[in-house]
């Protein structure tokens, strides 16, 4: 089992890097930093990531084609290749329809817009002669690097629904699984081996992460409590085949994002309960923590990516998982 | 700049604790932008070289720090040491 984390460059870029460097210190496989317009650039983050680290493998997780033109991803996570040699890997999905329509831009056959990206992409950083003739992109032969990209970039495509899960694994060198619970990931991993073998690969030819919501701390309530806003946010944002899956009524969601979307966060948090918790985090102490990554493990997870918002306090949480988890699966 | 004779007036039992204590004013602080970028850099360089923590020149950064982003916070956690001079030093 590798382990990722995840960062939002909410924060100042001194801190994402600290806790970086921190994260790489205790065994720590992956950095994926998220890229989302009204956050810090994902790429100046992972510049002074790979500035100041040396063994960790960084990428956007993920980054999308729709605000950012395949060409300038490749040009991107090639550069940053220069500055830490084969440690580069690129997280690309369809992205946040809503993020983008704040924008002015549609979400328009997604599934054909990331295959022909990670296409476009795989081209560039290969430096292929010839044009591509996409539906969605096209370049033309005069679209080259000039200059040479001396590794190879795995490209890693975030997947949630069945569609991209099966792309992923027809396409992909990794899928990046947006989800925490067992459940969610055994359904998963069925479109995922479906793609697989569409894809004439097997299922180890492909890192398989969990992207997961994670809080751990020492005390059970205090990962809890710290896990209730991010919980609240994912309750919101899922649609009802989810919901139902956990038995979370369908309303009791429309609640909290009617709550969300007037800013009433006390109104929201309150009304995230125990068990979307459990369905939508991987929350509590260590022990917990080993249990249920061991159940993830089982089901073909290669990764576990601890994302948002990993604890109470995000040293001290980064911390306790190197320290008493990672070990657990890497001795 | 904290003077070394400050740093080195600080009990070595207690230097570990105090730095750690530091970096999560750092982190947690909600003026964390007033740490100057000059300083941010170094504090990354030492933190990568694992030598934040316990150089001379480790501490007295993350004293420098904290006061940039969070005076009050570090009174508060040198008066808890009792080390009134480092104090005076640091937040004038």
């Known amino acids: 089992m590798r382990f990722g984390i995840e960062f939002v460059p909410m924060d100042l870029y001194w801190r994402t890097v600290f806790y970086t460097i921190q994260a790489e210190k205790l065994g720590y496989d992956h950095v994926w930093i998220t890229d989302h317009f009204n956050n810090r650039n994902v790429y100046v983050t992972l510049t002074l990531i790979a500035n100041y680290t040396e063994r960790i493998k960084l990428g956007p997780g993920v980054t999308n084609p729709y605000l950012v033109h395949p060409v300038m991803t490749a040009q991107a996570v090639a550069s940053l290749n220069e500055i830490a040699p084969g440690r580069v890997v690129c997280g690309i999905g369809a992205g946040d329809r809503t993020t983008l329509e704040m924008v002015g831009l549609e979400m328009k056959t997604p599934l054909r817009a990331v295959r022909e990206a990670v296409e476009i992409i795989r081209r560039m950083v290969a430096r292929e002669k010839g044009g591509y003739e996409g539906r969605v992109f096209r370049t033309t032969g005069g679209a080259r690097f000039n200059f040479k990209v001396q590794q190879s970039i795995p490209i890693y495509i975030g997947a949630q629904g069945p ?109 995230v309960t125990d068990e979307m918790i459990e369905a939508f985090s991987i929350c509590g102490t260590p022990e917990t923590c080993i249990e249920k990554i061991e159940a993830l493990s089982r089901m073909g997870v290669t990764q576990f990516v601890a994302g948002s918002p990993i604890g109470p306090k995000v040293r001290s949480s980064i911390d306790l998982f190197g320290r008493e988890v990672i070990p657990h699966f890497k001795e | 700049m904290v003077s070394e004779e400050a740093i080195r007036e600080i009990p070595a039992e207690l230097r570990g604790e105090l730095a750690t204590r530091l970096v999560d004013l750092l982190l947690e602080a909600k003026e964390g932008v007033k740490l100057p970028s000059s300083k941010a850099k170094r504090l990354l360089q030492l933190w990568s070289l694992g030598e934040l923590l316990e150089s001379d020149e480790g501490l007295g950064l993350l004293l420098e720090g904290a006061a940039a982003v969070d005076p009050e916070g570090l009174k508060g956690i040198l008066d808890e040491y009792g080390l009134e001079r480092l104090k005076g030093e640091v937040l004038g």
């Open chain 1, 163 to 271: 569609k991209m899960l099966r792309l992923a694994g027809a396409l992909g060198d990794g899928v990046l699984i947006n989800a925490s619970h067992p459940d969610d990931i055994a359904e998963a991993m069925k479109h995922v081996r479906e793609g697989v073998e569409r894809g004439g690969r097997s299922l180890s030819d492909i890192d398989v992460a969990a992207y997961t919501s994670l809080s751990v701390a020492e005390k059970e309530k205090k990962a809890r409590k710290a896990a209730i806003p991010v919980v609240a946010f994912i309750v919101a944002g899922s649609p009802p085949q989810i919901l139902e899956r956990h038995d979370i009524p369908v309303e009791a969601a429309e609640g909290i994002k009617k709550a969300l979307a007037e800013r009433r966060w006390a109104d929201a948090f309150g009304a």
